[in-house]
Each structure stands twice: as C-alpha cells, then as structure tokens.
C-alpha cells in the first residue's frame, strides 16, 4: 500500500486464518483477543511499531432486524457501550467494502439474547472495535470496521462461557460436555456454525475489496 502499513485487527484465530491470505507488504494481520481491552492494547503495540492505519475485521452480531447472516457491515462510527465514547469511521479506508451507515456497537461481553440486544442502539454488536478506535484515535491514525453478521437480531446465541477462551480458541471436549448436560442447545450451536460460514463467504471479498480500493 502506498500510504504506509495498514493492520487488519482480528479478535480470534478463526478470523486470523481467513484474513492471513491478505498479509504482505503493507498488510498486517493481528490477532488481539477477545474484547476491547486486548484489542485496544494490541493496536496501540502495532501503531508504535509501525502501522499508520487499522481496520477492525470479523464477526458481528445483528442489532437491526434487517441484517441477515453473512450481510457484511460497514459502518460510519463506532460506539463503546460500556463507556458511550464514539468514534468516527475514516471516510476512505473501508470505501471498498461498501457503504458507510450506522453505527457498531462494541460490548464488553456476549449480547446473547434478542433482549439484550434490543437495549442497544446501533446497526450491530461486536466486542473488539472500539479497543481499536480508541488506540488509532489517540495515535492520530485512520481507522474503519469492516464486519461480517454470524447472528441475526432474534437468533438466541449458545452460552460460550467456559467452552470459548478469551484469545477465542474453542474447547471441542469442553462443547460436547456442555451438549450432553444441555442438549437444548445443539439448536442455537448449529445456527451460530452455519452464521460463521456465511460471515466468512462475505467478508473475504469485502476486505479484498477495500484493501484494492485503499492501495
């Protein structure tokens, strides 16, 4: 790229793996962890070595009940609901993935209950976002989200407490204990696998799309 080193922040190793294909001269791809704190303290470590711009790229959950799974979200600023600081999304860096609307709400934990969700305003959930917004707005450097929807706004998401660790790796045999005590919730597990594959199938193209509009 041009313009310097842009970083694609990506909270787990699963999101790592589809974006890996991206990094090179230019591109970097870096994994925080799962929340805001980790994604804030890594981005702030990427800026002071180096890189003058970051996306914010992974899943997402849907608080408009329009969003379907695998919609891709490209919104116009970030909000942090723990906090209610916002951040605006740079014009420019994301312009490839799609339109600008709406805002992304960063929690600090799951949403997982269309309850819950319905108390937040905004175009979507994630857990990363604002960390990094906050890093690059500090620093003085561009920043932009690109998001893919795992779960609708109705979806009623499984517990991952426990089964899910915060760097994101998933725990099979700690999954399957978790179904055989509460089999109610193959349902819920089975939506959220086939949300991923579908956020997966639109995201990739969305980033190549900005990372090609960007360079």
Known sequence: MGRGVLALMCAVPAEERMLRRFAGPGVRVIVTGMGAGPAEQRAAEAIADGVTAAISVGFCGALDPSLERGDV???????????????DCDAG?????????????????????????????????????????RACAQAGIPFAAIRAVTDRADDVLPDIEGVVDERGHVHPMRVLGRLVRRPSDIAAWARLARGARAARRGLVPAVAAAIGEAA
């Open 73 to 87: 979200v490209v919104p116009a600023s970030v909000r942090d609901a723990a906090t209610g600081d916002a951040w």
């Open 93 to 133: 860096l994301a312009r490839g993935a799609g339109a600008r609307h709406g805002t992304l709400v960063t929690s600090h934990r799951v949403v997982s209950a269309p309850g819950e969700r319905r108390g937040l305003d905004g175009l979507a959930v994630d857990m990363e976002s604002a960390g990094t917004a």
